[in-house]
């Protein structure tokens, strides 16, 4: 019975900061807890911490709009994705932690001849990589959403298809964020909050230690995973990144009964909208096109989100916006992420991802971890490593998502 009142932790007491680690991971987002755990998990490599500069997910990873699917253009990014969302699947089970994963479908809408081509061809690039993806017409479509105006004679943006691809869903970020990071604390990690990074120091083109708020600690290893910060720590180094920082914004209504199973995306209207669990429908828009990093939101996006939403459901004209945020998007060139090796010895970037971030985590922690045990590239990431801006080898996902990239 006292067990019941009893106060329990996710993970232990933060610890003062030693004087050396073997790896220092900077980011207590997902990417950062995913890579401390399989590092731990699989490796055994425990003598790891990872700092963050406020507090655990309070970044990207507990902004995003929980959105996994891994229907992406290129065979390489489907390919990395696909296995994303296996390793999800088992995630939950494997964290001994309920992340509410619903692997409910994901439909990606075509408005236009052009747009039913792009799907198809998405379908069989897909298809190729063992991904279930396949194109639709509006009575499955309809089928699938009930509660959507597919058949509307009047709609801006007629609805001809759809790419459905029945493994995307959504998950639980926070649960995804405290299950990784309660897993690498059991195994041995340290997990520093409030914990910011003010330099790091290098000899002879090797990462040495990383200076932060509460001193200085040394580093066989330091992992840059911070999202739309990348650039800044990158810079302490000297490595430049190509990447540029925006914001994406997202909002829910107050709950409503059940009206929707699926996810919806639409690349021409900029909108996806899915319903939680609890009821409330979840939308969000394209980035916004200024670089910045003041996560502030905009009447324009509330206005253009509502506007979109409402031709798909207009059942929600009388709904009222429960709230609002904002987060970093850091985006590459080609709109694929930059992941690997660095031209500074043993520092490591995860960096470059767009809106895509969030749906690889288990993937990243894992072929990172792998990278820095053995000091190998896996082959999976090889075509994400930075240096294929300058040997002309991009990965180009634009038009993959239903932002303006």
Same mark, same amino acid.
């Given at each position: ?65 929980? $959105? #996994?699917?891994?229907? @992406?253009?290129? =065979?390489? *990014?489907?390919?990395?994705?696909? %296995?994303? !969302? ?72 007629? $609805? #001809?298809?759809?790419? @459905?691809?029945? =493994?995307? *869903?959504?998950?639980?970020?926070? %649960?995804? !964020? ?228």
């Amino acid at each position: 019975m006292r067990d019941i009142f009893r106060k329990r932790r996710m993970w232990r007491p933060q610890a003062e900061l030693r004087d050396s680690y073997d790896v220092v991971i900077i980011g207590g987002g997902s990417h950062g807890l995913a890579t401390a755990y399989y590092l731990a998990k699989e490796h055994g490599i425990s003598n790891v911490a990872v700092l963050e500069k406020r507090y655990i997910g309070s970044g990207a990873a507990g902004r995003n709009t929980t $959105i #996994l699917r891994s229907n @992406y253009k290129t =065979p390489e *990014g489907a390919r990395f994705y696909n %296995a994303s !969302v296996k390793l999800y699947e088992g995630l939950g089970a494997e964290l001994d932690f309920n992340l509410l994963f619903s692997q409910c479908g994901h439909l990606t809408l075509a408005h236009s001849d052009r747009a039913m081509f792009v799907m198809a061809n998405r379908a069989e690039v897909n298809r190729i990589e063992g991904i279930d993806s396949r194109l639709i017409y509006p009575d499955e479509i309809k089928r699938l959403a009930p509660a959507m105006a597919v058949h509307n004679p009047h709609a801006t943006y007629p $609805i #001809l298809g759809a790419l @459905y691809h029945p =493994p995307g *869903g959504i998950i639980r970020h926070d %649960a995804v !964020v405290w299950g990784l990071a309660r897993g690498a604390d059991r195994g041995g990690v340290e997990l520093h909050q409030n914990t910011e990074v003010l330099g790091i120091e290098t000899a002879k083109g090797k990462v040495t230690a990383v200076r932060t708020n509460r001193g200085t600690v040394r580093a066989g290893t330091v992992v840059n995973a911070t999202a739309g910060w990348s650039t800044l720590i990158c810079d302490m180094v000297g490595v430049g990144l190509p990447i540029t920082t925006h914001i994406l914004q997202a909002c829910v209504t107050e709950p409503a009964k059940p009206l929707l199973d699926v996810v919806i995306v639409s690349s021409q209207m900029h909108v996806y909208i899915s319903q939680t669990d609890r009821g409330e429908f979840l939308m969000g828009a394209e980035i916004e096109p200024w670089t910045t990093y003041r996560m502030q939101g905009t009447m324009n996006f509330l206005q253009e989100v509502a506007r979109h939403t409402m031709e798909l459901f207009p059942q929600l004209e009388r709904a009222r916006l429960l709230r609002s945020w904002a987060g970093l998007c850091d985006l590459s060139p080609d709109y694929s992420p930059i992941l690997g090796e660095t031209s500074v010895e043993n520092f490591h970037v995860s960096a470059g991802w767009g809106t895509y971030g969030f749906k690889a985590a288990p993937i990243v922690g894992k072929t990172l971890a792998q990278l820095i045990s053995s000091g190998r590239t896996p082959e999976l990431i090889a075509p994400f490593k930075l240096e294929r801006f300058y040997e002309d080898r991009l990965v180009s996902e634009l038009a993959a998502a239903a932002v303006s990239h």
